[in-house]
Structure formats: C-alpha cells, structure tokens
C-alpha cells in the first residue's frame, strides 16, 4: 500500500502505508525516544500531530492493553522508518500494525525519517498531510497547508473526559500487591485537559484517593468538591486557547495547592498573568537535561510539548523559576508561594523513561498533607 506525506513547504515522502488507510493531516513533529511509542500514540497530547519516530526499528515488542495513557490514540498519524516484523515480548497482546488498523491510524514507513527531522529542525514544525488515497503530490502539498495551524488550536475538548469519576489504578507492576503504592492520605482533584492515566497512576501510588473531572469544570465546582489538591495535567493544542480552563485555574489560585503539568504549567501561567509562546520544532523526547535550580541538580527528563511560558513575563509576576532547559534555556519549572503553586513543563510520570523527577508528585502530596509551604523549598532534597 503506496501512503505518502506531503509537507506545508513542497516536500513529499512516498514509503508504505500500514494500519489504515485513508487521509490525515496535522502538524507533523518528532520524538527522539527510542522505546515508548505505545504511550506516544496514546498520549492525548498528540492530538492534531502526525508523529515521527526518529529511532529506525519500531513495533519490535508490540502492544499490550496495559500500557495505554488514554483510552483510545488521539494522533493524525504515525510514521517510522523500519517496522518490526514480528513483535517479541511476554507482555505483548498484538502487533503495532494490527493495532493502528484497529483504532483507524494511517502508519508509514519505509521513508528516510532522518531526512524529515532535519528539515523539521531546520524550518520547525510544518503542517503536512498524510494518505494512501491520494497520491498526487501537489495535491497533497494544497491539502497540507490548507490545514488548520497549530496556533490558536483549541484542542482539549476533543480529549477531555465528559464526566466526574474516580481514579483508583496504581503504577504498573509485575506482582500488583508490590507497587509500593501508599494509603491514601488526601483527596486530589484531577482536571482533565488530555492528563494521562500515568499521571493519575502516580498520584494513587503517592497516597491519593483521585477524583478526576472534565475540562469545562468551574472553579466553583471543583472547590465543591473539597479537594486538599489540584492537579492539571497535561493536553494539546495552544494553551491560550484553553479559555476555559485558564478561567477555572484563575478561580483556584491561592485556594488549594495545585500542580500543573506540562499543558498544566503553560494554563497556570496564563491565569496568573504570563504569557506562553509556540517553540520552533517543540521538545518531544525522552533524554532531555534540566537543570533543578533549588537542588542544583541535573535530571534527564522526558518531555512532549510544541509551546512554552516566556519567562519574564511570569517572574514579573512574583513566581521563581525552578527548573530551565539546558539545551535551549526555556522555561521547565516554576513556583508561586503566595497563590501555592508549583508547575513543570517535562513528564515526571514517564513510562518508559527517566525517574529522575518521579520524586515531584511525592514532595506534592507530602506538602498537602502536611500543610508545608508550595514553593522552591521542596525541590531542594
């Protein structure tokens, strides 16, 4: 099945198609992890976005049911150079192509990927269009910049739970009764924007009984909700588009202790004032050093975003920058004392991935417990 991917600029890449067949278009990115594309394709923070895989084998120890971060894939589609054949893991339950066929996911491969990185590192991320339908390239070229921009996408209705209900699921483990999970000690509420279920994992095996809502929520009903916390996690799109939850976030400033989480750190900013803006090529990887300013300490951390917070802007405000990327100095963390805010743009709930930052839904709930002050102090162990 001949699938090609044409580009906003010209370009066109002619491989095969596996999965479905049809035509999508997104923003196409790439992701520089090499172990992990189950929960890439169903991280509902890829919404709107074709992905690349720049690892060259994908698919060698297939899929398994127990590893999704979502209940269903939210990408536009999914592109790799080399599928494996023939997939080797105890845990697995099918093959990566039966599995996109399934869930209606156009795969490619058999394209130079590096070729692709380097023009999306070169140019930054370009819309494109991807099908085994049609095959004329400058009509796929007029489809791809045709296609809606990532700026000012509102994309957290389309992958938001539609109604409250608890979380219950500790983090993965080969014998359940030895997770290491904690007894429940608070009652967290978790705003739903795109969050993942290893997000809310993390939270039950740091002692949380979790609740989870809908995006739209207000302030006023969440608070109704008598929660010791907040988390907002993470979801696609332009942060500034989230109107309503930057409403809601407003509300709850200085109310209860919150943590955000990627699209969280971005949505809290904006309601405390800051300003967000669209990276070039966005920062999706699993290898990614940042710097803990309060601990003086570098963790490799694992990430998944195309926008980041303009730091002055948010330091005008009152806030302390914790953490800063050390590859290009962008914004990875903050804290607010005064409106008990504590934000990070990386993963600390990657799976697979580094744990150098798991230790932040830990030092979250021991100060919601404990009543100890948000703010720097408790990233400095």
């Not at 596996?18 to 090499?34: C, D, I, L, P, Q």
């Not at 500034?240 to 109310?255: K, Y």
């Not at 709930?365 to 408790?378: C, D, R």
């Amino acid at each position: 099945m001949i699938c090609k991917l044409a580009l906003e600029d010209g370009t066109v890449f002619t491989g095969v198609g596996f999965g479905a067949s049809g035509t999508r278009t997104g923003e196409v990115v790439f992701n520089t992890s090499m172990t992990g594309y189950q929960e890439i394709f169903t991280d509902p923070s890829y919404c709107g976005q074709i992905v690349t895989m720049t690892f060259p084998l994908i698919g060698n120890y297939g899929v398994n049911c127990e590893d999704f971060e979502s209940s269903q894939p939210f990408l536009s589609g999914f592109v790799i150079k080399e599928l494996s054949p023939r997939p080797s893991n105890y845990r697995a339950t099918a093959a990566l192509e039966e599995f996109l066929a399934e869930r209606n996911i156009i795969g490619l491969c058999g394209i130079d990927t590096r070729a692709l990185t380097r023009r999306i590192r070169i140019h930054g991320a370009l819309r494109g269009a991807l099908s085994t339908e049609i095959l004329d390239a400058m009509e796929l070229v007029t489809l791809a910049a045709g296609s809606e921009s990532m700026v000012g996408a509102n994309l957290v209705p389309a992958v938001t739970s539609h109604s409250l209900h608890e979380w219950s699921e500790s983090v993965w483990a080969p014998d359940p009764g030895s997770n290491g999970s904690k007894p429940a000690t608070c009652h967290i509420v978790a705003m739903d924007c795109g969050i993942k279920y290893n997000i809310l994992r993390s939270l039950v095996h740091a002692g949380c009984r979790v609740t989870v809502t809908p995006a739209a929520w207000t302030a006023e009903q969440i608070l109704a909700l008598a929660p010791d916390g907040i988390v907002v996690g993470n979801g696609p799109g332009d942060p500034a588009a989230a109107t309503d939850a930057i409403l809601a976030l407003s509300g709850l400033l200085g109310q209860v202790p919150i943590l955000g989480v990627c699209l969280g750190h971005q949505m809290l900013a904006l309601a405390m004032g800051a300003k967000t803006y669209k990276l070039r090529f966005g920062h999706h990887g699993a290898n990614v050093p940042v710097l803990n300013q309060p601990a003086g300490r570098v963790e490799i951390t694992s990430q998944n975003h195309g926008f980041a917070v303009d730091t002055k802007s948010l330091e005008r405000l009152g806030a302390v920058v914790t953490h800063v990327n050390l590859n290009d100095g962008s914004l990875e963390g903050f804290a607010h004392p005064g409106h008990r805010v504590m934000a990070v743009q990386f993963h600390p709930e990657a799976s697979p991935g580094p744990h150098d930052s798991s230790y932040i839904f830990d030092r979250f709930v021991a100060a919601v417990v404990t009543g100890e002050p948000i703010g720097p102090g408790l990233l400095r162990s």
